[in-house]
C-alpha cells in the first residue's frame, strides 16, 4: 500500500465552479500537509500548509485535515482558468526524517 | 532572487553514460532533497541533506549517488545511465519543517538512450 494516495484525474470543470481535491494516507505518523501547485513545465509551488487536524483558509482555498479518517482535502471556491494545473499533496512526519512524501498529483483544467 | 538553481535544463545520454546534476541555493537551507518526477506518479525521493556533510537515501535512491560538501550545493550524479533513469529532476530545499515549504528549482529534463 502506497503512503499517500491521490487520483490522478483528470478534472475538468467549468470556470466559477467549486473544486475538491483529496488525498489519503496509511502513515499515522504524518503531522504535516501541504499542497503544492505546479503549472506545466514549472517546479511545484506551496500553496497551503497544515498542521495535525483542521481547517485552513486562504483566499479562496481552503485546506482540511481529518487525522481520524486519514484524508485531507483542498477545495477551491470561483474556480478560475488560472487555476488549472496539477495540484500534489504532500506530508512529513514528526519522526525528524525530514522526508517529505508526496501524492502522485491531480491535473485540474478549468475551462473558461 | 535566485533560490534554487538546477543545471542543465535539458540533457540527452546514452545508456551507460554518467553524468551529474547540479543544485545550488542562495537562501542558506540546511536541507535539500531530490526528487524525480515521472508522468501520473507524482514524486519520488531519491536523496536527501539535513546538512553539510550529512546524506540519507530516500524512496528511490538505486543508480544514483550524492554529496553535500557546502550548505549551497547538492549534486546528483547519475552512474550507468539507464532507459529507467528518463525522468524529470527536480532539486529542493527548506529551511525548516515549521512552514512545510520547500523551495523547487525549474527542473531537469533527462532523456536516455
Known amino acids: 500500500q502506497k503512503e499517500v494516495e491521490q487520483d490522478p484525474g483528470p478534472l475538468s470543470v467549468p470556470e466559477g465552479a467549486i473544486v475538491s481535491l483529496n488525498c489519503t494516507y496509511s502513515?499515522?505518523?504524518?503531522?504535516?500537509f501541504m499542497w503544492y501547485r505546479q503549472y506545466s513545465r514549472k517546479g511545484p509551488e506551496l500553496l497551503m500548509y497544515?498542521?495535525?487536524?483542521g481547517n485552513k483558509e486562504d483566499g479562496r482555498f481552503t485546506a482540511q485535515v481529518d487525522k481520524s479518517s486519514k484524508y485531507i482535502s483542498l477545495f477551491i471556491r470561483d474556480s478560475q482558468p488560472s487555476d488549472s494545473a496539477t495540484y500534489l499533496c504532500?506530508?512529513?512526519?514528526?519522526?525528524?526524517?525530514?522526508?517529505?512524501?508526496f501524492g502522485t498529483g491531480t491535473r485540474l483544467k478549468v475551462l473558461a | 532572487n535566485a533560490g534554487v538553481t538546477q543545471t542543465p535544463k535539458f540533457r540527452i545520454l546514452k545508456i551507460g553514460q554518467s553524468m551529474t546534476l547540479q543544485c545550488a541555493q542562495d537562501?542558506?537551507?540546511?536541507?535539500m532533497y531530490w526528487y524525480r518526477q515521472d508522468p501520473g506518479m507524482g514524486l519520488k525521493l531519491i536523496y536527501y541533506?539535513?546538512?553539510?556533510?550529512?546524506?540519507d537515501k530516500g524512496e528511490v535512491p538505486n543508480g544514483y549517488n550524492v554529496s553535500r560538501s557546502t550548505t549551497e550545493d547538492f549534486p546528483l550524479r547519475l552512474e550507468l545511465a539507464a532507459p529507467s533513469q528518463t525522468s524529470v529532476y527536480f532539486c529542493?530545499?527548506?529551511?525548516?519543517?515549521?512552514?512545510?515549504?520547500?523551495?523547487f528549482g525549474e527542473g531537469s529534463r533527462l532523456t536516455v538512450l
Open positions: 541533506s539535513v546538512g553539510a556533510g550529512i546524506t
Open positions: 529542493a530545499s527548506t529551511a525548516s519543517r515549521d512552514t512545510g515549504e520547500l523551495f
Open positions: 502513515n499515522s505518523a504524518f503531522q504535516y
Open positions: 537562501m542558506n537551507h540546511n536541507y
Open positions: 504532500a506530508m512529513l512526519s514528526l519522526s525528524g526524517t525530514y522526508k517529505y512524501i
Open positions: 497544515t498542521y495535525s487536524s
